[in-house]
C-alpha cells in the first residue's frame, strides 16, 4: 500500500504563489509516475500535471506558470504555482503509478491522496 498526503493549499490573492507538496509512504517512491490533478466545485476532476523518468508535463492552462518537481529521497513531489488565477481554484490531488508512465486519466493511477485545497481569490 501507498500512502499520499497532500499539504500547502490556502487561500491566497490572484497573481500569488504557492507550492503544493505530496508526501508518499509505503513503497519505493522512484518507481512511480506521480500526478497532480484537480477538481472545482460542479466540475470534472482534470489533469494538472505529472512527471515520471522521461520528464514532466502539463495541461496547457498551466503552462508557464506551474512547475512539478520530485525528491526521491524525501519521497515527495511537489507542484509549485506561480501567477494564480481564479480558476485555478480547486481541490488539488496527487495520484501515484506505479511502474508505467505518467497518465493524464485518473483513473490509470494505482494511489491517489485526500487532497489539499486551493482558493484563489481576485
Known amino acids: 500500500q501507498v500512502q499520499l498526503v497532500e499539504s500547502g493549499g490556502r487561500l491566497v490573492q490572484a497573481g500569488g504563489s504557492l507550492r503544493l507538496s505530496c508526501a508518499a509512504s509505503?513503497?519505493?517512491?522512484?518507481?512511480?509516475?506521480m500526478g497532480w490533478f484537480r477538481q472545482a466545485p460542479g466540475k470534472e476532476r482534470e489533469f494538472v500535471s505529472a512527471i515520471d523518468w522521461s520528464g514532466s508535463n502539463y495541461t496547457d492552462s498551466v503552462k508557464g506558470r506551474f512547475a512539478i518537481s520530485r525528491d526521491n529521497a524525501k519521497n515527495t513531489v511537489y507542484l509549485q504555482m506561480n501567477s494564480l488565477k481564479p480558476e485555478d481554484t480547486a481541490l488539488y490531488s496527487c495520484a501515484a503509478r506505479l511502474a508505467a508512465p505518467y497518465s493524464r486519466r485518473w483513473g490509470d493511477y494505482n494511489y491517489w491522496g485526500q487532497g489539499t485545497q486551493v482558493t484563489v481569490s481576485s
Open positions: 509505503g513503497r519505493t517512491f522512484s518507481n512511480f509516475a
